[in-house]
């Protein structure tokens, strides 16, 4: 089955730096991926909607300069979060859906804890 | 806009009980619904989707049928195991975009 693999897991950061967050469709392409944030008592927020070859699009209230997205190509995508705070500390998913199975529903990768110290 | 409303929980259960999680949502047009389960410390895993009004989703003894009549998706199974605890998240995508709108998430626990 179609696999998301998000890299890395677990990162530690100090405040003011930047950190970069890899999500790869293995086995299929992907014009579009998701980055979600999970906040505490389990609800995900999206943060933006990443299209291969062109501007992610943000959800109202995400600040784009602050988590830069980039989609080079139809196997990854990357959120950068710029000048981290500890108000960043958060778990970040990213996922998928297959072009060629638009009802195949999405795939998810496993998830990266950001902590910011 | 599309929106989804779960149950709260945290939903305490023996084992072999009967679980139903509530799931009602608000769309336009005719949206996929889906059943997402997370356990702990991982990401997100599909449990069962149904596209159409009257479909039954069904996985690993978990079912869901899409009702359009009450704009409800509930998850059932008749008899849980304790390897079954985790938050279930129901999920729609509307029509008119391919955003995956989750509800709040239900977690489940299950004693032995």
């Known amino acids: 089955g179609a696999v998301v693999s998000q890299h890395p897991s677990r990162v530690i950061c100090k405040s003011g730096t930047s950190v970069k967050i890899e999500c790869r469709s293995l086995d299929f392409q992907a014009t579009t991926m998701f980055w979600y944030r999970q906040f505490p008592k389990q609800s995900l927020m999206l943060m933006a909607t990443s299209n291969e070859g062109s501007k992610a699009t943000y959800e109202q209230g995400v600040e784009k300069d602050k988590f830069l997205i980039n989609h080079a190509s139809l196997t990854l995508s990357t959120l950068t979060v710029t000048s981290a705070h500890p108000e960043d500390s958060s778990f970040y998913i990213c996922?998928?859906?297959?072009?060629?199975?638009?009802?195949?529903?999405?795939?998810f990768g496993s998830g990266t804890r950001l902590t910011v110290v | 806009g599309d929106s989804v409303t779960q149950m709260e929980g945290p939903v305490t259960l023996s084992e072999e009980a009967f679980l139903t999680i509530n799931c009602t949502y608000t769309a336009t047009g005719y949206p996929s619904l889906f059943w997402y389960v997370q356990y702990p410390g991982e990401g997100l895993q599909l449990l069962l989707k149904?596209?159409?009004?009257?479909d039954k989703g069904s996985n690993k003894g978990f079912e869901a049928t899409y009702r359009k009549e009450t704009t409800s998706f509930h998850l059932e199974k008749g008899s849980v195991q304790v390897s079954d605890s985790a938050v279930y998240f129901c999920?729609?995508?509307?029509?008119?975009?391919?955003?995956?709108?989750f509800g709040t998430g239900t977690l489940l626990a299950v004693q032995p």
């Open positions: 999920a729609l995508r509307g029509g008119a975009t391919n955003k995956l709108i």
């Open positions: 149904a596209t159409k009004a009257d």
């Open positions: 996922s998928a859906s297959e072009n060629d199975r638009p009802n195949s529903g999405y795939t």
